[in-house]
């Protein structure tokens, strides 16, 4: 999502050539090929397949098959995006080779080192050279920790730039599915009204690998279903961690907590803007709720995207609040925000603006 615009932008550029690496760290199709497709992303360059391990493992591969990338094609920058671990491999080997480095979505901070993600983002911003913000209080961040000012360059949302150009088409993809256990089918707008029921994601460590966690977190999500529907595309280690804990007994009772497979990115742009408001873990969700202004309720102690709190529709919230703050949406008191500065589906011609002046 935030790959596709960029290599759109810079399609047939008459001065920058590039050259699209996918590091094969999202290796599913629901999660990478399902992607590429729906937003028309030209088949990657270069795939270096090294598919899923533990963070060290899968980081000292990307290292190892990245380097022979940059020394088989000597570009003269390499740009990253986001926070995983292709993010901070592919920075460290570029920085060691003297390659220029540009970290899009710089400094964002959780304040939470218990988050892989936040390691990876302190790791590719001590070291690269050129970064691109998504928000104001970002740039302060990178301030704080020492970046010059003329490094940074707030420039708005990549992943609004998806969403603006790919909303009309997501709101018409047909959103049917089957429910994880059985073979019945439902179909949104056939068997929800638009605005009638939330979508549900959850797959942190946080809330999901523990049992009294998880257990918690669903006997909430029980709760909440019998007032409105809840529909739940599950997270292959969320569901599986249901299933070894043994708790697929609490959906049991549960008619109106709907479990599906993960979706594609048309299908859940779907789900989500047509949804009464969002409940989550996740961080782009954060975002994408915040222009569509959904109320979300992002079950975390912190988040690293808190414009989307001080001036979008987000709050954060825990498990044992979930079915206050529901009852409050329901109640008619959701959370109304704004669209921060620069989310206007332009970010990409500002960034290719940018290269064109330093490479």
């Excluded at 808190?306 to 008619?332: C, H, Q, R």
């Amino acid at each position: 999502m935030k790959i596709a615009p960029l290599m759109h932008a810079l399609k047939g550029h008459d001065s920058i050539q590039t050259i699209l690496v996918h590091t094969g760290q999202h290796y599913d199709v629901k999660m990478s090929q399902q992607f590429f497709d729906e937003l028309q992303i030209p088949e990657p360059d270069i795939n270096l397949e090294v598919g899923s391990a533990s963070h060290a493992v899968q980081t000292a591969k990307i290292m190892t098959r990245f380097e022979q990338v940059c020394m088989d094609e000597k570009p003269d920058a390499v740009l990253v995006v986001g926070d995983v671990n292709s993010t901070a491999a592919c920075t460290l080997v570029a920085s060691k080779m003297g390659i220029k480095c540009i970290h899009y979505e710089a400094g964002l901070r959780s304040r939470d080192r218990s988050m892989p993600e936040e390691i990876n983002r302190l790791v590719t911003d001590a070291i690269s050279d050129i970064f691109i913000t998504t928000s104001y209080d970002a740039d302060e961040n990178l301030l704080k920790e020492g970046v010059a000012q003329d490094q940074i360059h707030m420039f708005g949302n990549l992943m609004i730039d998806s969403l603006v150009s790919n909303l009309k088409k997501a709101e018409a993809t047909k959103l049917s599915f089957k429910l994880l256990n059985t073979d019945k089918d439902i179909q949104l707008n056939r068997d929800f009204i638009s605005r009638k029921y939330a979508a549900i994601t959850f797959h942190r460590p946080n809330n999901v690998d523990y049992p009294s966690t998880l257990e918690k977190l669903f006997v909430e999500l029980a709760k909440i279903s019998q007032y409105i529907p809840l529909i739940f595309p599950i997270h292959p280690r969320t569901y599986k961690n249901l299933q070894e804990f043994n708790l697929l007994h609490l959906l049991d009772n549960c008619p109106n907590l709907f479990l599906i497979e993960p979706l594609g990115y048309l299908q859940f742009i779907h789900l989500v803007s047509q949804s009464m408001f969002v409940l989550t873990d996740s961080g782009g969700i954060q975002e994408e709720t915040t222009y569509l202004n959904i109320p979300c309720l992002t079950v975390r102690p912190s988040t690293e995207r808190p414009v989307t709190i001080t001036e979008g529709s987000n709050k954060l919230i825990t498990i044992e609040a979930i079915s206050d703050e529901v009852e409050m949406i329901l109640g008619g008191k959701a959370k109304s925000g704004n669209v921060p500065k620069f989310w206007d589906g332009n970010t990409a011609e500002r960034i290719v603006n940018l290269l064109e002046e330093i490479l």
